[in-house]
Protein backbone atom coordinates (compact mmCIF):
# COMPACT_ATOMS: atom_id res chain seq x y z
CA UNK A 1 0.00 0.00 0.00
CA UNK A 2 1.42 3.34 -1.10
CA UNK A 3 1.68 5.71 2.06
CA UNK A 4 1.31 9.31 1.38
CA UNK A 5 2.90 11.67 3.74
CA UNK A 6 1.09 13.87 5.26
CA UNK A 7 1.46 17.18 6.56
CA UNK A 8 0.57 18.59 10.05
CA UNK A 9 0.58 20.95 13.02
CA UNK A 10 2.82 18.99 15.82
CA UNK A 11 2.87 20.15 18.96
CA UNK A 12 5.98 19.44 20.61
CA UNK A 13 5.52 17.50 23.77
CA UNK A 14 9.52 17.68 25.37
CA UNK A 15 12.47 19.06 24.40
CA UNK A 16 15.77 18.32 26.16
CA UNK A 17 18.98 18.57 26.10
CA UNK A 18 20.68 15.49 26.22
CA UNK A 19 24.37 16.45 25.87
CA UNK A 20 26.75 19.64 25.11
CA UNK A 21 24.86 20.09 21.80
CA UNK A 22 22.79 17.12 21.33
CA UNK A 23 19.13 17.52 21.69
CA UNK A 24 15.84 15.39 22.00
CA UNK A 25 12.33 16.60 20.66
CA UNK A 26 8.97 14.38 20.81
CA UNK A 27 6.55 15.62 18.78
CA UNK A 28 2.45 14.82 18.66
CA UNK A 29 2.01 13.92 15.55
CA UNK A 30 -0.35 10.94 15.37
CA UNK A 31 -1.58 10.39 11.50
CA UNK A 32 2.53 10.57 10.83
CA UNK A 33 3.36 8.56 13.44
CA UNK A 34 0.99 5.46 12.83
CA UNK A 35 2.96 5.08 9.08
CA UNK A 36 6.34 5.68 10.47
CA UNK A 37 8.87 2.86 9.57
CA UNK A 38 12.53 3.20 11.28
CA UNK A 39 14.83 4.84 9.06
CA UNK A 40 12.25 6.42 6.96
CA UNK A 41 12.18 10.90 7.65
CA UNK A 42 10.42 14.29 8.52
CA UNK A 43 10.48 17.52 7.00
CA UNK A 44 10.30 20.00 9.34
CA UNK A 45 10.47 23.91 9.63
CA UNK A 46 11.96 25.40 12.75
CA UNK A 47 9.81 28.28 12.94
CA UNK A 48 6.99 30.32 10.73
CA UNK A 49 8.91 32.76 9.15
CA UNK A 50 10.94 32.60 5.74
CA UNK A 51 14.25 32.38 7.94
CA UNK A 52 15.75 30.09 7.91
CA UNK A 53 14.20 29.33 4.91
CA UNK A 54 14.05 25.35 4.02
CA UNK A 55 12.79 23.04 6.34
CA UNK A 56 14.51 20.53 8.41
CA UNK A 57 15.12 16.77 7.66
CA UNK A 58 15.23 14.49 10.81
CA UNK A 59 15.21 10.56 11.43
CA UNK A 60 12.92 9.17 13.98
CA UNK A 61 14.72 8.23 17.33
CA UNK A 62 11.44 6.29 18.33
CA UNK A 63 7.75 5.78 17.21
CA UNK A 64 5.42 5.84 19.55
CA UNK A 65 2.45 4.38 18.15
CA UNK A 66 -0.97 5.70 18.54
CA UNK A 67 -3.24 3.16 21.24
CA UNK A 68 -6.38 2.57 21.75
CA UNK A 69 -6.41 2.75 25.29
CA UNK A 70 -5.10 6.83 25.86
CA UNK A 71 -3.13 6.78 29.41
CA UNK A 72 -0.49 9.10 28.29
CA UNK A 73 0.31 11.62 25.68
CA UNK A 74 2.81 9.18 24.25
CA UNK A 75 -0.77 6.53 23.47
CA UNK A 76 -1.40 8.93 21.33
CA UNK A 77 1.00 9.08 18.45
CA UNK A 78 4.62 10.52 18.60
CA UNK A 79 7.79 10.86 17.23
CA UNK A 80 10.95 11.59 18.89
CA UNK A 81 13.95 12.94 16.90
CA UNK A 82 17.53 13.37 17.93
CA UNK A 83 19.53 16.54 16.48
CA UNK A 84 22.44 17.94 17.33
CA UNK A 85 23.36 21.74 16.45
CA UNK A 86 25.48 21.97 13.06
CA UNK A 87 24.22 25.15 11.71
CA UNK A 88 21.81 27.76 12.04
CA UNK A 89 18.65 25.85 12.00
CA UNK A 90 19.44 23.48 14.75
CA UNK A 91 20.83 26.81 16.61
CA UNK A 92 17.35 27.93 16.34
CA UNK A 93 15.66 24.81 17.28
CA UNK A 94 17.20 25.06 20.79
CA UNK A 95 15.07 27.38 21.51
CA UNK A 96 12.00 26.11 20.63
CA UNK A 97 9.26 25.42 23.90
CA UNK A 98 7.30 22.39 24.73
CA UNK A 99 3.80 23.21 23.75
CA UNK A 100 4.83 25.08 20.55
CA UNK A 101 3.45 23.72 17.34
CA UNK A 102 5.50 22.94 14.07
CA UNK A 103 4.71 22.46 10.66
CA UNK A 104 5.84 18.91 9.83
CA UNK A 105 5.93 16.68 6.87
CA UNK A 106 6.32 12.63 6.32
CA UNK A 107 6.75 10.05 7.20
CA UNK A 108 9.27 10.81 3.83
CA UNK A 109 11.20 8.15 1.75
CA UNK A 110 12.49 4.28 2.41
CA UNK A 111 13.38 2.80 5.76
CA UNK A 112 14.69 -0.21 6.60
CA UNK A 113 13.86 -3.43 5.87
CA UNK A 114 14.68 -6.94 7.04
CA UNK A 115 17.62 -7.96 4.76
CA UNK A 116 17.05 -11.91 3.72
CA UNK A 117 18.32 -15.05 5.73
CA UNK A 118 19.48 -12.93 8.60
CA UNK A 119 20.32 -14.59 11.77
CA UNK A 120 22.16 -11.24 13.40
CA UNK A 121 21.17 -8.30 12.87
CA UNK A 122 24.43 -5.76 14.11
CA UNK A 123 23.51 -1.55 14.20
CA UNK A 124 26.03 0.27 13.90
CA UNK A 125 25.61 3.83 14.96
CA UNK A 126 28.15 6.82 15.20
CA UNK A 127 27.54 9.65 17.03
CA UNK A 128 24.18 11.12 16.37
CA UNK A 129 23.45 8.18 13.84
CA UNK A 130 22.17 6.02 16.66
CA UNK A 131 19.44 7.81 16.61
CA UNK A 132 17.24 6.12 13.62
CA UNK A 133 18.49 2.78 14.61
CA UNK A 134 17.03 2.63 18.03
CA UNK A 135 13.50 1.99 16.52
CA UNK A 136 14.90 -0.29 14.39
CA UNK A 137 16.52 -2.02 17.03
CA UNK A 138 13.26 -1.83 18.86
CA UNK A 139 10.86 -3.40 16.19
CA UNK A 140 13.79 -6.25 15.16
CA UNK A 141 13.53 -7.38 18.74
CA UNK A 142 9.98 -7.36 18.72
CA UNK A 143 9.56 -9.35 15.62
CA UNK A 144 11.81 -11.92 17.49
CA UNK A 145 9.63 -12.35 20.68
CA UNK A 146 6.59 -12.68 18.38
CA UNK A 147 8.07 -15.67 17.21
CA UNK A 148 7.36 -18.78 19.04
CA UNK A 149 9.76 -19.66 21.57
CA UNK A 150 10.80 -22.86 19.97
CA UNK A 151 12.60 -21.33 17.19
CA UNK A 152 14.23 -18.53 19.02
CA UNK A 153 17.52 -19.41 18.24
CA UNK A 154 16.62 -19.27 14.95
CA UNK A 155 15.46 -15.58 14.60
CA UNK A 156 17.72 -13.11 14.24
CA UNK A 157 19.52 -11.79 17.39
CA UNK A 158 19.84 -7.92 17.62
CA UNK A 159 23.65 -6.43 18.13
CA UNK A 160 24.30 -2.65 18.62
CA UNK A 161 27.62 -0.89 18.51
CA UNK A 162 28.07 2.72 18.94
CA UNK A 163 30.64 4.94 18.95
CA UNK A 164 31.56 8.52 19.57
CA UNK A 165 34.14 11.24 20.59
CA UNK A 166 33.25 11.29 24.04
CA UNK A 167 30.95 9.58 27.17
CA UNK A 168 28.88 12.78 26.72
CA UNK A 169 28.04 11.88 22.89
CA UNK A 170 26.89 8.26 23.51
CA UNK A 171 23.38 8.33 22.88
CA UNK A 172 20.40 6.11 23.40
CA UNK A 173 22.04 3.74 25.75
CA UNK A 174 18.97 3.62 27.98
CA UNK A 175 16.51 3.27 25.54
CA UNK A 176 18.44 0.16 24.03
CA UNK A 177 19.15 -1.65 27.60
CA UNK A 178 15.03 -1.30 28.14
CA UNK A 179 14.14 -2.87 24.75
CA UNK A 180 16.83 -5.90 25.49
CA UNK A 181 20.03 -4.47 23.50
CA UNK A 182 23.27 -4.25 25.37
CA UNK A 183 24.90 -2.38 23.30
CA UNK A 184 28.82 -2.04 22.64
CA UNK A 185 30.75 1.33 22.92
CA UNK A 186 34.01 2.57 21.62
CA UNK A 187 35.20 6.37 22.38
CA UNK A 188 37.36 8.05 20.40
CA UNK A 189 39.12 9.25 23.87
CA UNK A 190 38.25 5.86 25.42
CA UNK A 191 36.00 7.50 28.12
CA UNK A 192 33.43 4.90 27.62
CA UNK A 193 33.57 1.40 25.96
CA UNK A 194 36.90 0.60 23.99
CA UNK A 195 38.71 3.48 22.57
CA UNK A 196 38.52 3.59 19.14
CA UNK A 197 35.84 3.78 16.77
CA UNK A 198 32.25 1.83 16.03
CA UNK A 199 33.70 0.31 12.66
CA UNK A 200 36.56 -1.44 14.92
CA UNK A 201 33.59 -2.71 17.30
CA UNK A 202 32.59 -3.79 14.34
CA UNK A 203 35.39 -5.54 12.72
CA UNK A 204 36.19 -7.58 16.11
CA UNK A 205 32.67 -8.78 16.07
CA UNK A 206 33.06 -10.19 12.93
CA UNK A 207 35.88 -11.40 13.39
CA UNK A 208 35.31 -12.83 17.17
CA UNK A 209 31.64 -13.83 16.22
CA UNK A 210 32.01 -14.96 12.57
CA UNK A 211 30.22 -13.13 10.33
CA UNK A 212 27.76 -15.79 8.93
CA UNK A 213 24.38 -14.49 8.55
CA UNK A 214 25.22 -11.52 9.63
CA UNK A 215 23.46 -8.10 8.22
CA UNK A 216 24.75 -4.81 8.78
CA UNK A 217 22.56 -1.85 9.06
CA UNK A 218 24.34 1.74 9.94
CA UNK A 219 23.71 5.53 10.30
CA UNK A 220 26.09 8.06 11.35
CA UNK A 221 29.05 10.41 9.20
CA UNK A 222 29.70 9.73 5.94
CA UNK A 223 33.19 8.39 6.34
CA UNK A 224 32.14 5.42 8.89
CA UNK A 225 28.93 4.86 6.33
CA UNK A 226 31.84 4.47 3.93
CA UNK A 227 34.10 2.11 5.91
CA UNK A 228 31.19 0.09 6.92
CA UNK A 229 30.43 -0.80 3.23
CA UNK A 230 34.00 -1.51 2.76
CA UNK A 231 33.62 -4.08 6.29
CA UNK A 232 30.32 -5.20 4.25
CA UNK A 233 31.94 -6.10 1.02
CA UNK A 234 35.23 -8.12 2.82
CA UNK A 235 32.56 -10.41 4.80
CA UNK A 236 30.03 -10.94 2.04
CA UNK A 237 27.47 -9.36 3.87
CA UNK A 238 24.08 -7.19 3.36
CA UNK A 239 24.74 -3.72 4.70
CA UNK A 240 22.20 -1.23 5.08
CA UNK A 241 23.00 2.49 5.41
CA UNK A 242 21.10 6.01 6.20
CA UNK A 243 22.33 8.41 3.72
CA UNK A 244 21.97 11.76 4.19
CA UNK A 245 22.07 15.25 1.59
CA UNK A 246 21.02 18.79 1.47
CA UNK A 247 17.23 18.64 0.94
CA UNK A 248 15.03 20.99 0.23
CA UNK A 249 11.38 19.41 -0.93
CA UNK A 250 11.67 16.24 0.38
CA UNK A 251 9.17 13.98 -1.73
CA UNK A 252 11.60 13.48 -5.05
CA UNK A 253 10.18 16.65 -7.04
CA UNK A 254 13.14 19.07 -6.45
CA UNK A 255 16.43 16.16 -7.35
CA UNK A 256 18.24 18.26 -4.77
CA UNK A 257 19.40 15.25 -2.66
CA UNK A 258 21.50 13.55 -5.07
CA UNK A 259 23.90 10.72 -4.55
CA UNK A 260 25.55 8.65 -6.77
CA UNK A 261 24.44 5.17 -7.23
CA UNK A 262 25.93 2.29 -9.18
CA UNK A 263 24.21 2.40 -12.51
CA UNK A 264 22.69 -0.85 -12.76
CA UNK A 265 22.05 -1.09 -8.55
CA UNK A 266 22.07 -3.78 -7.02
CA UNK A 267 23.08 -5.79 -10.34
CA UNK A 268 25.41 -3.97 -10.72
CA UNK A 269 28.20 -6.07 -8.90
CA UNK A 270 27.72 -9.86 -8.97
CA UNK A 271 26.76 -12.01 -6.10
CA UNK A 272 29.23 -14.52 -5.42
CA UNK A 273 28.02 -17.62 -5.44
CA UNK A 274 28.97 -19.31 -1.77
CA UNK A 275 29.37 -16.66 0.69
CA UNK A 276 32.67 -16.71 2.61
CA UNK A 277 33.19 -19.23 5.50
CA UNK A 278 32.81 -17.60 8.31
CA UNK A 279 36.24 -17.66 10.32
CA UNK A 280 37.75 -19.01 7.45
CA UNK A 281 39.65 -16.19 6.04
CA UNK A 282 40.28 -13.61 9.10
CA UNK A 283 41.73 -10.16 8.53
CA UNK A 284 43.47 -8.46 11.18
CA UNK A 285 42.24 -4.89 11.50
CA UNK A 286 44.24 -2.92 10.00
CA UNK A 287 45.69 -5.14 7.29
CA UNK A 288 42.52 -5.26 5.18
CA UNK A 289 43.97 -3.59 2.15
CA UNK A 290 42.72 -4.62 -1.09
CA UNK A 291 44.97 -7.65 -1.68
CA UNK A 292 43.96 -9.30 1.77
CA UNK A 293 40.38 -9.44 0.32
CA UNK A 294 39.07 -13.61 0.31
CA UNK A 295 38.68 -15.12 -2.92
CA UNK A 296 35.13 -15.35 -2.93
CA UNK A 297 35.94 -11.46 -3.47
CA UNK A 298 37.89 -12.10 -6.91
CA UNK A 299 34.99 -11.70 -9.05
CA UNK A 300 33.97 -8.88 -7.50
CA UNK A 301 37.34 -6.84 -8.45
CA UNK A 302 37.15 -6.39 -11.85
CA UNK A 303 33.47 -4.64 -11.97
CA UNK A 304 35.42 -1.93 -9.33
CA UNK A 305 38.21 -1.56 -11.48
CA UNK A 306 35.97 -0.33 -14.49
CA UNK A 307 35.41 3.03 -15.08
CA UNK A 308 32.13 2.92 -12.95
CA UNK A 309 28.92 3.68 -14.66
CA UNK A 310 26.64 5.74 -11.98
CA UNK A 311 23.25 7.21 -11.94
CA UNK A 312 22.02 10.16 -9.18
CA UNK A 313 19.36 8.48 -6.77
CA UNK A 314 16.95 11.23 -4.59
CA UNK A 315 18.34 10.48 -0.90
CA UNK A 316 14.49 11.66 -0.21
CA UNK A 317 12.97 9.14 -2.58
CA UNK A 318 15.12 5.80 -3.16
CA UNK A 319 16.57 6.48 0.24
CA UNK A 320 17.87 7.36 2.63
CA UNK A 321 18.15 3.90 3.31
CA UNK A 322 20.33 2.39 0.99
CA UNK A 323 22.01 -1.44 0.32
CA UNK A 324 25.64 -0.20 0.97
CA UNK A 325 26.80 -1.67 -2.51
CA UNK A 326 23.99 0.31 -4.73
CA UNK A 327 26.05 3.51 -3.60
CA UNK A 328 29.43 4.88 -5.52
CA UNK A 329 31.34 5.06 -2.46
CA UNK A 330 34.29 8.68 -3.57
CA UNK B 1 -7.76 17.69 2.85
CA UNK B 2 -8.80 18.75 -0.51
CA UNK B 3 -11.82 20.18 -0.77
CA UNK B 4 -10.60 23.87 0.95
CA UNK B 5 -8.74 24.81 -1.66
CA UNK B 6 -10.09 26.14 -5.01
CA UNK B 7 -12.70 27.66 -6.24
CA UNK B 8 -15.93 28.09 -4.47
CA UNK B 9 -19.43 28.34 -6.09
CA UNK B 10 -20.08 31.99 -5.97
CA UNK B 11 -17.82 34.33 -5.71
CA UNK B 12 -15.35 36.67 -8.39
CA UNK B 13 -13.74 34.36 -11.15
CA UNK B 14 -9.87 33.81 -11.41
CA UNK B 15 -10.57 32.31 -14.74
CA UNK B 16 -7.99 33.86 -17.04
CA UNK B 17 -7.17 33.64 -20.79
CA UNK B 18 -3.36 33.13 -21.40
CA UNK B 19 -3.40 33.39 -24.91
CA UNK B 20 -5.08 30.95 -26.76
CA UNK B 21 -4.93 29.09 -23.51
CA UNK B 22 -7.70 29.02 -21.18
CA UNK B 23 -6.66 28.51 -17.32
CA UNK B 24 -9.17 28.27 -14.10
CA UNK B 25 -7.16 30.31 -11.59
CA UNK B 26 -3.90 32.08 -12.54
CA UNK B 27 -1.89 30.23 -10.47
CA UNK B 28 0.85 27.78 -11.88
CA UNK B 29 3.46 25.51 -10.43
CA UNK B 30 6.86 26.30 -11.82
CA UNK B 31 9.25 23.66 -13.43
CA UNK B 32 11.56 22.12 -11.20
CA UNK B 33 9.89 22.72 -8.10
CA UNK B 34 7.15 19.97 -8.99
CA UNK B 35 8.52 17.46 -10.44
CA UNK B 36 6.26 15.85 -12.83
CA UNK B 37 3.51 16.24 -10.51
CA UNK B 38 3.11 12.62 -9.28
CA UNK B 39 5.17 13.71 -6.65
CA UNK B 40 2.78 15.81 -4.62
CA UNK B 41 0.15 13.49 -5.52
CA UNK B 42 -1.62 13.18 -2.24
CA UNK B 43 -0.12 15.69 -0.44
CA UNK B 44 -1.25 18.21 -2.70
CA UNK B 45 -5.13 18.01 -4.96
CA UNK B 46 -3.02 18.97 -8.71
CA UNK B 47 -6.75 20.02 -9.62
CA UNK B 48 -6.98 23.06 -7.77
CA UNK B 49 -3.53 24.92 -9.29
CA UNK B 50 -4.81 26.99 -13.05
CA UNK B 51 -1.41 24.54 -14.86
CA UNK B 52 1.71 22.07 -13.73
CA UNK B 53 4.79 23.08 -15.66
CA UNK B 54 6.85 19.74 -15.79
CA UNK B 55 11.03 19.66 -14.67
CA UNK B 56 12.82 20.82 -17.77
CA UNK B 57 12.60 17.93 -20.16
CA UNK B 58 15.49 17.32 -23.10
CA UNK B 59 15.32 14.27 -25.86
CA UNK B 60 17.86 12.28 -24.29
CA UNK B 61 17.90 11.41 -20.46
CA UNK B 62 20.36 13.88 -18.47
CA UNK B 63 22.15 12.52 -15.27
CA UNK B 64 22.29 16.42 -13.68
CA UNK B 65 25.02 18.03 -11.49
CA UNK B 66 27.39 16.48 -9.50
CA UNK B 67 26.14 17.54 -5.31
CA UNK B 68 25.78 19.06 -3.38
CA UNK B 69 23.01 20.90 -5.74
CA UNK B 70 21.80 23.15 -3.09
CA UNK B 71 22.95 25.41 -0.49
CA UNK B 72 20.48 27.77 1.54
CA UNK B 73 20.82 31.53 1.38
CA UNK B 74 18.82 34.24 3.40
CA UNK B 75 15.19 34.19 2.37
CA UNK B 76 15.90 31.96 -0.79
CA UNK B 77 18.03 28.94 -1.93
CA UNK B 78 20.74 28.04 -4.39
CA UNK B 79 20.12 25.29 -6.92
CA UNK B 80 22.41 23.93 -9.63
CA UNK B 81 20.56 20.44 -10.21
CA UNK B 82 21.78 20.39 -13.60
CA UNK B 83 18.65 20.17 -15.17
CA UNK B 84 18.54 16.45 -14.68
CA UNK B 85 15.46 14.72 -16.27
CA UNK B 86 14.25 11.45 -17.70
CA UNK B 87 14.14 12.14 -21.23
CA UNK B 88 11.34 12.25 -23.86
CA UNK B 89 10.56 8.67 -24.08
CA UNK B 90 10.52 7.87 -20.38
CA UNK B 91 8.58 11.12 -19.86
CA UNK B 92 5.70 9.99 -22.64
CA UNK B 93 5.43 6.51 -21.15
CA UNK B 94 6.18 6.82 -17.52
CA UNK B 95 5.44 10.40 -16.48
CA UNK B 96 2.64 11.74 -18.83
CA UNK B 97 -0.17 8.79 -18.29
CA UNK B 98 -0.26 10.10 -14.43
CA UNK B 99 -0.22 14.32 -15.83
CA UNK B 100 -3.34 13.33 -17.99
CA UNK B 101 -5.27 12.21 -15.29
CA UNK B 102 -3.99 15.51 -13.06
CA UNK B 103 -7.53 17.70 -13.85
CA UNK B 104 -4.89 20.65 -14.27
CA UNK B 105 -3.58 21.74 -17.70
CA UNK B 106 -0.09 20.25 -18.06
CA UNK B 107 3.00 22.50 -19.85
CA UNK B 108 6.13 21.01 -20.06
CA UNK B 109 9.30 22.61 -20.00
CA UNK B 110 11.98 22.04 -22.55
CA UNK B 111 15.32 22.82 -23.26
CA UNK B 112 17.93 21.59 -25.84
CA UNK B 113 21.65 22.10 -26.88
CA UNK B 114 20.85 23.62 -30.12
CA UNK B 115 17.86 25.52 -31.22
CA UNK B 116 16.45 22.37 -33.50
CA UNK B 117 16.09 20.23 -30.32
CA UNK B 118 13.41 22.33 -29.17
CA UNK B 119 11.60 21.97 -31.96
CA UNK B 120 11.77 18.64 -32.34
CA UNK B 121 10.48 18.33 -28.94
CA UNK B 122 7.88 20.74 -29.30
CA UNK B 123 7.17 19.25 -32.33
CA UNK B 124 7.23 15.23 -30.48
CA UNK B 125 4.99 16.93 -27.62
CA UNK B 126 2.21 18.72 -29.57
CA UNK B 127 0.54 15.58 -30.92
CA UNK B 128 0.92 14.25 -26.92
CA UNK B 129 -2.67 14.14 -25.66
CA UNK B 130 -2.75 16.24 -22.15
CA UNK B 131 0.04 18.39 -23.32
CA UNK B 132 -1.60 22.22 -23.24
CA UNK B 133 1.76 23.36 -24.50
CA UNK B 134 5.20 23.93 -23.81
CA UNK B 135 7.57 26.74 -21.82
CA UNK B 136 10.63 27.31 -23.81
CA UNK B 137 13.68 27.32 -21.11
CA UNK B 138 16.23 29.88 -22.71
CA UNK B 139 17.77 30.49 -19.28
CA UNK B 140 18.50 27.84 -16.85
CA UNK B 141 22.12 28.99 -15.58
CA UNK B 142 23.50 25.67 -14.57
CA UNK B 143 24.45 24.71 -18.23
CA UNK B 144 27.29 25.38 -19.93
CA UNK B 145 26.33 23.87 -23.46
CA UNK B 146 22.49 24.73 -22.98
CA UNK B 147 19.74 27.12 -22.44
CA UNK B 148 22.02 30.35 -21.02
CA UNK B 149 23.54 31.13 -24.10
CA UNK B 150 20.46 31.33 -26.00
CA UNK B 151 18.61 33.45 -23.25
CA UNK B 152 21.40 36.42 -23.50
CA UNK B 153 21.10 37.08 -26.93
CA UNK B 154 17.62 38.74 -28.34
CA UNK B 155 19.06 37.11 -31.63
CA UNK B 156 19.42 33.72 -30.04
CA UNK B 157 15.94 33.39 -28.46
CA UNK B 158 14.11 34.94 -31.34
CA UNK B 159 15.49 32.25 -33.62
CA UNK B 160 15.20 29.35 -31.12
CA UNK B 161 11.55 30.45 -30.27
CA UNK B 162 11.24 31.14 -34.41
CA UNK B 163 11.69 27.63 -35.05
CA UNK B 164 9.36 26.04 -31.81
CA UNK B 165 6.85 28.58 -33.07
CA UNK B 166 6.91 26.74 -37.02
CA UNK B 167 7.18 23.46 -35.38
CA UNK B 168 4.17 23.81 -33.21
CA UNK B 169 0.77 25.26 -33.25
CA UNK B 170 -0.08 24.75 -29.25
CA UNK B 171 0.33 27.22 -26.68
CA UNK B 172 3.99 28.70 -26.18
CA UNK B 173 5.41 30.24 -23.58
CA UNK B 174 9.12 31.18 -23.34
CA UNK B 175 10.91 31.44 -19.99
CA UNK B 176 13.22 34.79 -19.57
CA UNK B 177 15.98 34.72 -17.59
CA UNK B 178 16.87 37.87 -15.56
CA UNK B 179 20.61 37.54 -16.29
CA UNK B 180 20.91 39.96 -19.17
CA UNK B 181 21.45 43.52 -19.49
CA UNK B 182 17.92 44.19 -20.93
CA UNK B 183 14.77 42.19 -20.15
CA UNK B 184 12.43 44.20 -22.67
CA UNK B 185 14.32 43.16 -25.91
CA UNK B 186 14.40 39.86 -24.72
CA UNK B 187 11.01 40.15 -24.31
CA UNK B 188 10.25 41.57 -27.53
CA UNK B 189 12.56 39.30 -29.75
CA UNK B 190 10.11 36.68 -28.00
CA UNK B 191 7.18 38.12 -28.87
CA UNK B 192 8.26 38.69 -32.32
CA UNK B 193 9.31 35.36 -33.18
CA UNK B 194 5.83 33.89 -32.30
CA UNK B 195 5.42 33.75 -28.39
CA UNK B 196 2.15 33.37 -27.15
CA UNK B 197 3.25 34.63 -23.63
CA UNK B 198 6.67 35.02 -21.93
CA UNK B 199 7.53 33.78 -18.17
CA UNK B 200 9.69 35.80 -15.69
CA UNK B 201 12.32 35.23 -13.71
CA UNK B 202 14.11 32.40 -13.78
CA UNK B 203 16.94 32.15 -11.11
CA UNK B 204 19.85 34.65 -10.84
CA UNK B 205 23.14 33.35 -11.27
CA UNK B 206 24.91 33.27 -7.92
CA UNK B 207 27.48 31.68 -5.16
CA UNK B 208 27.62 30.18 -1.89
CA UNK B 209 30.98 30.21 -0.20
CA UNK B 210 32.09 28.24 3.13
CA UNK B 211 34.66 30.35 4.63
CA UNK B 212 35.77 27.70 6.58
CA UNK B 213 37.03 25.41 3.90
CA UNK B 214 36.99 28.46 1.09
CA UNK B 215 35.47 25.87 -1.62
CA UNK B 216 31.95 26.67 -2.92
CA UNK B 217 29.12 24.89 -1.71
CA UNK B 218 27.69 23.59 -4.90
CA UNK B 219 29.30 21.42 -6.69
CA UNK B 220 28.51 22.94 -10.11
CA UNK B 221 30.26 26.29 -8.45
CA UNK B 222 27.73 28.37 -8.98
CA UNK B 223 23.99 27.87 -9.19
CA UNK B 224 20.45 30.00 -9.42
CA UNK B 225 18.93 31.66 -6.53
CA UNK B 226 15.50 31.73 -5.89
CA UNK B 227 13.11 32.37 -2.64
CA UNK B 228 11.44 35.41 -1.54
CA UNK B 229 15.34 36.94 -2.03
CA UNK B 230 15.05 37.83 -5.97
CA UNK B 231 11.10 39.23 -5.88
CA UNK B 232 11.71 42.46 -6.10
CA UNK B 233 13.95 41.70 -9.12
CA UNK B 234 10.99 39.51 -10.71
CA UNK B 235 8.12 42.14 -9.74
CA UNK B 236 10.74 44.79 -11.67
CA UNK B 237 11.35 42.76 -14.80
CA UNK B 238 7.88 41.95 -14.91
CA UNK B 239 6.63 45.41 -14.98
CA UNK B 240 9.37 46.33 -17.16
CA UNK B 241 8.49 43.72 -19.36
CA UNK B 242 4.68 44.06 -19.47
CA UNK B 243 4.78 47.56 -20.58
CA UNK B 244 6.46 46.61 -23.55
CA UNK B 245 5.31 43.50 -25.31
CA UNK B 246 1.03 42.65 -26.07
CA UNK B 247 1.63 38.87 -25.05
CA UNK B 248 0.48 38.35 -21.79
CA UNK B 249 3.45 38.14 -19.18
CA UNK B 250 3.82 35.09 -16.62
CA UNK B 251 5.73 36.60 -13.65
CA UNK B 252 7.79 34.49 -11.03
CA UNK B 253 10.26 34.76 -8.22
CA UNK B 254 9.78 34.37 -4.61
CA UNK B 255 6.30 34.16 -4.98
CA UNK B 256 5.27 32.55 -1.09
CA UNK B 257 1.76 34.46 -0.77
CA UNK B 258 -1.16 35.71 -2.51
CA UNK B 259 -0.19 39.19 -1.63
CA UNK B 260 3.23 38.64 -3.47
CA UNK B 261 1.09 36.50 -6.46
CA UNK B 262 -1.38 39.87 -5.73
CA UNK B 263 1.77 42.26 -6.50
CA UNK B 264 2.90 40.58 -9.74
CA UNK B 265 -0.42 41.13 -11.02
CA UNK B 266 -0.40 44.28 -10.27
CA UNK B 267 3.01 45.01 -12.01
CA UNK B 268 1.56 43.51 -15.36
CA UNK B 269 1.49 39.75 -15.12
CA UNK B 270 -1.54 38.07 -16.13
CA UNK B 271 -1.01 34.43 -14.26
CA UNK B 272 2.25 33.78 -12.02
CA UNK B 273 4.23 30.82 -10.90
CA UNK B 274 4.82 29.50 -7.95
CA UNK B 275 8.06 27.76 -6.88
CA UNK B 276 10.44 27.03 -4.49
CA UNK B 277 7.83 28.07 -2.13
CA UNK B 278 6.28 24.51 -2.83
CA UNK B 279 9.33 23.10 -0.78
CA UNK B 280 8.30 24.94 2.23
CA UNK B 281 4.62 24.15 1.90
CA UNK B 282 3.76 21.90 -0.43
CA UNK B 283 -0.08 23.41 -0.79
CA UNK B 284 1.52 27.20 -1.21
CA UNK B 285 -0.05 27.30 -4.86
CA UNK B 286 -3.60 26.09 -4.21
CA UNK B 287 -3.16 28.81 -0.50
CA UNK B 288 -2.39 31.26 -3.25
CA UNK B 289 -5.40 31.23 -5.22
CA UNK B 290 -7.81 30.86 -2.46
CA UNK B 291 -5.65 34.50 -1.14
CA UNK B 292 -6.48 36.00 -4.31
CA UNK B 293 -9.98 35.01 -4.85
CA UNK B 294 -10.53 36.28 -0.93
CA UNK B 295 -8.80 39.49 -1.70
CA UNK B 296 -10.85 39.96 -5.09
CA UNK B 297 -14.19 39.27 -2.59
CA UNK B 298 -12.94 42.02 -0.22
CA UNK B 299 -11.85 44.12 -2.92
CA UNK B 300 -15.07 44.17 -4.58
CA UNK B 301 -13.07 43.07 -7.58
CA UNK B 302 -14.93 40.49 -10.03
CA UNK B 303 -12.53 39.55 -12.95
CA UNK B 304 -9.12 39.44 -12.71
CA UNK B 305 -8.38 41.61 -15.02
CA UNK B 306 -9.31 44.38 -13.54
CA UNK B 307 -5.81 43.66 -11.13
CA UNK B 308 -3.90 43.05 -14.37
CA UNK B 309 -0.94 45.90 -14.67
CA UNK B 310 -2.91 48.41 -12.34
CA UNK B 311 0.13 49.84 -10.93
CA UNK B 312 -0.44 53.01 -10.12
CA UNK B 313 2.32 55.30 -11.08
CA UNK B 314 2.33 58.82 -10.55
CA UNK B 315 3.65 60.77 -13.97
CA UNK B 316 6.25 63.05 -12.03
CA UNK B 317 7.44 59.82 -10.19
CA UNK B 318 10.26 57.46 -11.20
CA UNK B 319 12.88 58.39 -13.54
CA UNK B 320 12.35 59.20 -17.26
CA UNK B 321 12.42 56.27 -19.75
Redesign the interface.
Known amino acids: MKIHPREVKARILLHRRMASDYFRLRLLCPEIARWAQPGQFILMRVNELRDPFLRRPFGFSRIFLPKGKRTKPEDEGVLEIYYKIVGRGTSLMTQLREGQRLDVLGPLGKGFWVSEGQKRAILIGGGIGIGPLIPWAEQLQRERRKRPPKSLEESPEVFVLIGGKNRDKILGMRELKKIGCEPQVATEDGSLGIQGLATDLLERELMTQGSKSASLYACGPMPMLARVAQIAEQFDLPCQVLMEARMACGVGACLGCAVKVKEYGSGGIPASPEPAAAGERIVPAGECGEGEMGSAKESVIPVIAEVPAFRYARVCKEGPVFEAKEILWE | MGRGGGQKKEGPSLEIKLGPLMLKNPVMAAS????YGE?????VPLGNLGAIIT?GLSLEPR???????????????L?A?GL?NVGLKIFLKEKMPFLRKARCPVLVNIFGARAEEYAELARKLSEVEGVAGVEINVSCPNLKAGGAIFASEARSVHQVVSKVRRATSSFVMVKLSPNVADIVKIARAAEEAGADAVSLINTLTGLAIDARTRTPILGNITGGLS??AIKPIGLRMVWQAAQCVRIPVVGMGGI?SAEDALEYLIAGATAVQVG?A??????AGMKIVDGIQHYMRVNDISNLTELIGSLKVRRDSGPVA
Do not use: Q, V
Not at chain 2, 39 to 43: D, K, L, S
Open positions: GTFGEYAGIKKGNPPPRLAETPSGMNIEGPGTHFIDPK
